[in-house]
């Protein structure tokens, strides 16, 4: 059985590394931006980098795109989350009994 070879030429590029033209078609092909549409491309180093696809009838490009990646995404929602509570006990947890057993009878 054949195989197909795909002729199409591939091209790494950067984004600010565009031209007029490839620019204007990306943003005709993502109106509402390429966020969703981002893939992640490890390198035989261990480096890696986000990039997006752009087909053309002759020739693909993956487009590079520099990304901001959060070291601690949670940092923020947590501070978020305790930072309006009192330094205080709970209210009403001394009202809880210590049982004994952990069984799940009321």
Known sequence: ????VNSKKRVVVSIENLSDELNEELKARYPLGFNDHLIRINK???DFFHAVVLEMTDVTYL???KVKVDQNPNEELDKDMY???PDEDLKGADEIPDTADDSDEI
């Open 1 to 4: 059985m054949a195989t197909k």
């Open 44 to 46: 035989p180093s261990g």
């Open 63 to 65: 487009v590079k795109v």
């Open 83 to 85: 930072d309006d509570q």
